[in-house]
């Protein structure tokens, strides 16, 4: 049974840093594609950073250069540190797994960035 659980979540202002980790079990993270994603209240989930099982990464435009997604291989841990949030990063941040096909979601933690 795959289960992913994020954390790091929190309220923070305007210019400060987060990092939220996602711990895996019941899948391997170095051999699987897994992403951030975000869902602000009103709109629908968007893709913040992905990175693949060749450690090749890609993020959406709104977050380049201010975003970086990283792994632990040996804690079986995805990262998403934020430098310089802005109000508008406010939302739900997932971690996702895919492995053979199929889309495994973790339940979310809660990023609140204060202008």
């Known amino acids: 049974q795959v289960q992913l659980v994020e954390s790091g979540g929190g309220l923070v202002q305007a210019g400060g840093s987060l990092r939220l980790s996602c711990v895996a079990s019941?899948?391997?993270?170095?051999?699987?594609?897994m992403g951030w994603y975000r869902q602000a209240p009103g709109k629908q989930r968007e893709l913040v950073a992905s990175?693949?099982?060749?450690?090749?990464?890609n993020y959406a435009d709104s977050v380049k250069g201010r975003v970086t997604i990283s792994r632990d291989n040996a804690k079986n841990t995805v990262y998403l540190q934020m430098n310089s949030l802005k109000p508008e990063d406010t939302a739900v941040y997932y971690c996702?797994?895919?492995?053979?096909?199929?889309?495994?979601w973790g339940k979310g933690t809660l990023v609140t960035v204060s202008s």
């Open positions: 990175l693949t099982s060749l450690g090749s990464t």
């Open positions: 996702k797994g895919r492995s053979r096909g199929m889309d495994y």
């Open positions: 019941g899948i391997v993270i170095s051999l699987n594609h």
